[in-house]
Nanobody, 125 residues
Framework: QVQLVESGGGLVQAGGSLRLSCAAS????????MGWYRQAPGKQRELLAA??????????NYATSVKGRFAISRDNAKNTVYLQMNSLKPEDTAVYYC????????????????WGQGTQVTVSS
């Protein structure tokens, strides 16, 4: 099995920064993509940032709402993805989730999606 454990959430004032981490463990052959989502009360889960596997740290994509303020990165040796969040705003308040698309075995090309447990980020005004 595979587990994703998130850390780094908390309470921060507007304009501040937080860094989220998400580490995967278990039966992992290759991690294809990593992403961060958030869900605010009464709203749908929103994709914020994603990073693919590959050289030079992989390619990244960002939602318009966070582009220029958030940065996603990955450490393949640690099976970990990070989300550096700067210039935080009260509207960034939400539960943040990581997701990874993982190939569990070298003998099968099948990939599976796994989610972290979520971490609360609260930005006060």
């Amino acid at each position: 099995q595979v587990q994703l454990v998130e850390s780094g959430g908390g309470l921060v004032q507007a304009g501040g920064s937080l860094r989220l981490s998400c580490a995967a463990s278990g039966s992992i052959f290759s991690i294809k993509t990593m992403g961060w989502y958030r869900q605010a009360p009464g709203k749908q889960r929103e994709l914020l940032a994603a990073i693919t596997s590959g050289g030079s740290g992989g390619s990244t994509n960002y939602a318009t709402s966070v582009k220029g303020r958030f940065a996603i990165s990955r450490d393949n040796a640690k099976n970990t993805v990070y989300l550096q969040m700067n210039s935080l705003k009260p509207e960034d308040t939400a539960v943040y989730y990581c997701e990874m698309v993982i190939q569990r075995s070298s003998t099968s090309p099948s990939v599976y999606s796994y989610w972290g447990q979520g971490t609360q980020v609260t930005v006060s005004s």
